[in-house]
């Protein structure tokens, strides 16, 4: 098993590499710039960096970042209750691993193993949106964004004035803020509360808003700067994450966290319900904004053109790769 699972991140490595050289620009020697690097790979911020074990992770949002992250912490020793009851995770990985720099940045591109999780990118998406915006169930984020998207996107009766509308979001806002039940069954910033899954996508459709929970896997990890050695799928993560901790020969020395993700109601189906919200030429155009991530990571998009409000139905599968896709034509 292992070592099928080292020729199928052998392959997938060389498919990132050959689809960067194809629809974007060659792979970098890294001899070039070991000791200089660019700036293109500094600019991926939130690489982890782990000098100990020798080994970089991207962690994609929305992707098992919360778990690899703690499996991080428990391989260097770090991750104990102590630890846990007085700092925060981020706060921890902060502490621990050094921020990328010229000298971190050359020793990720010399001498440690570098890895990454994705998933289906619309997948991703769903699950960002009902972690952080729906119901407003995330004050932090309803706040930030949630708000902006309502107001920018959310049709208000005509009659109403902008002094009216400001009036109207600051009694959600400030009910929001101080934690407490939101019901306000005439107020349109309230019903629904939070910005609906139109809504989201419309907002991050627009090119100025960028935040990583949904900034593409090209953009957030530079793949096509930083080579991968292992790029495992969020789909299969229960097995290839115990494959990958197997070649690290540190099986005994974490506890695998990460639930299997088709438990219950797949995660595609799920999608599917969301992506019947919006109409097809929105289902194409966040095709077109995460294509980069479609491409080097061999996931399909056609499973949720058909999920579409304004699609003809048709039996569909979400989530499968392309690869799949082929083997069933």
């Known amino acids: 098993a292992l070592w099928k ?4 991140q052998e392959r997938r490595a060389q498919h990132v590499k050959a689809t960067c050289q194809e629809r974007f620009f060659p792979m970098v020697d890294l001899r070039e710039w070991m000791h200089v690097p660019p ?9 982890i960096y782990d000098s100990a074990n020798h080994l970089a992770f991207c962690p994609v949002y929305k ?10 912490l428990e391989l260097g020793g770090y991750w104990r209750e102590s630890l846990k009851k007085k700092n925060s995770l981020q706060l921890l990985l902060k502490q621990i691993f050094p921020r990328i720099s010229n000298f971190a940045a050359s020793s990720i591109t010399s001498d440690c193993t570098r890895f990454m999780v994705v998933r289906h990118p619309f997948e991703r998406l769903v699950s960002c949106y009902r972690d952080k915006f729906q119901d407003a169930s995330k004050g932090y984020y309803y706040l930030h964004y949630g708000e902006k998207m309502v107001r920018r996107y959310r049709k208000f009766h005509d009659g109403l004035s902008q002094q009216q509308i400001s009036l109207l979001e600051e009694q959600v806002r400030s009910k929001v803020k101080r934690g407490l039940p939101v019901v306000l ?5 309230a019903t629904p509360l939070g910005p609906t899954f139109s809504e989201f996508v419309q907002y ?5 808003h960028d935040d990583e929970h949904w900034r593409t896997y ?18 299969s993560l229960p097995e290839e994450g115990k494959l990958f901790l197997e070649y690290l020969n540190r099986t005994g020395d974490v506890r695998p966290r990460w639930d299997n993700p088709t438990q219950g109601v797949k995660t595609g189906q799920v999608a599917c319900s969301y992506f019947k919200q919006l109409p097809l030429p929105y289902v194409h155009m966040l095709y077109e904004k995460y294509k980069s991530d479609f491409d080097l990571y061999e996931y399909s998009p056609d499973d949720y053109f058909r999920c579409a409000k304004d699609a003809k139905p048709l039996s569909t599968v979400p989530g499968r790769t392309r690869r799949e896709e082929k083997r069933s034509s």
Do not use: Q
Request: with cysteine.
């Open 63 to 72: 992707a098992a970042s919360t778990s690899w992250s703690i499996t991080l």
């Open 185 to 189: 069954p005439e107020n349109p910033f």
């Open 5 to 8: 699972f080292l020729k199928e």
């Open 218 to 235: 090209e953009a957030h990890c530079s793949p096509c700067i930083l080579p991968y050695d292992f790029i495992l799928r969020f789909e």
């Open 204 to 208: 991050i459709l627009d090119a100025h």
């Open 39 to 47: 700036r293109a790979l500094l600019g991926a911020k939130d690489i």
